[in-house]
């Protein structure tokens, strides 16, 4: 069994587990964001188990104790920057999770080094499993109607599909989180795209975003900062194998990093162009 097929079989058995009836009990973490039950039973679920698909990868996940590298009781010592590494995010999306909106999903990331070998999200409240590999394309899998199987169904190519700009909708990063500076440029971001694509959606959960994107159903996503998070190789994979590209962008003062995912190169280009003019200087990363 490869290691994308244990990943997604893990990924149904936590759900199985802790998203028929999901705890949605939260508590405040961090400037104006929660975490609920959930995330925690979740997450040390996963990490569990994902030892046992790789046990000489470290696993780092988010609402565990510290967030700090978390290993099974058989599990050797490892270096404190390991070659392999698991980095997961139980519940991509929390805010929208604890208030009962769709828009979250289930995230695991395999890195080794600075690449990115292996994403896998678990669309819960759509029924769709997405697996990227490196170099092996982007599928997704429908998950069985009426619950969690052990099995999803056969495995069914993704590609992005690259649009005119006036017919592009896109996805943007705008939370609370987010610096002064870094939420004022995302306002005139998200007023030059309305001023010219079909419109603008703010979803909050980036695996779930680059999964979208990987689909055809949106055509880029956008963040003017970020802190490399949980989430983002694994977007960025999703990305490069569904044919996109993979932008990174840099604030000129150096305070901010971000990114951009898009379809097609025509898109790139005009927001690069955007990014220029307001003292942001993008440079390409992955082409798909």
């Not at 998203?19 to 400037?31: S, W």
């Not at 500076?181 to 980036?206: C, E, F, K, P, Y």
């Not at 490069?240 to 840099?250: D, S, Y």
Request: glycine share 10%.
């Amino acid at each position: 069994m490869s290691e994308a097929e244990s990943v997604r079989r893990v990924l149904l058995e936590a759900a199985d587990r802790y998203l028929r009836n999901p705890d949605r009990t939260a508590e405040i973490k961090g400037v104006r964001d929660l975490v609920t039950e959930t995330d925690r039973a979740l997450g040390r679920f996963l990490a569990d188990r994902l030892t046992t698909v790789r046990g000489d990868a470290a696993v780092y996940a988010e609402d565990l104790p510290g967030a700090a590298p978390h290993r099974a009781a058989s599990s050797p010592v490892f270096p404190d920057c390991p070659r392999w590494r698991w980095r997961l995010d139980p519940v991509d999306g929390t805010v929208n999770f604890a208030r009962g909106l769709p828009w979250y999903s289930v995230c695991v990331t395999l890195e080794q080094g600075d690449r990115t070998e292996l994403a896998v999200v678990l669309d819960v409240e759509h029924g769709r499993l997405v697996t990227a590999v490196a170099g092996g394309g982007t599928v997704r899998h429908t998950i069985t109607p009426g619950g969690f199987a052990a099995d999803a169904g056969p495995a069914e190519p993704v590609h992005t599909v690259a649009r005119p700009i006036d017919a592009s909708l896109i996805s943007v990063m705008l939370t609370p989180k987010m610096s002064r500076g870094a939420r004022a440029a995302t306002l005139r971001l998200i007023d030059h795209l309305l001023d010219h694509t079909q419109g603008v959606r703010i979803v909050v959960s980036q695996a779930l975003e680059a999964v979208l994107l990987a689909q055809g159903q949106l055509d880029a996503v956008v963040s003017l900062e970020s802190s490399g998070g949980w989430t983002r190789s694994a977007a960025m994979l999703f990305a490069c194998e569904a044919g996109g590209r993979v932008t990174e962008l840099h604030d000129i003062s150096g305070s901010r990093t971000g990114f951009l995912l898009s379809a097609g190169e025509e898109f790139t280009r005009w927001l690069g162009e955007w990014c220029v003019s307001h003292g942001i200087t993008p440079v390409a990363r992955v082409e798909g």
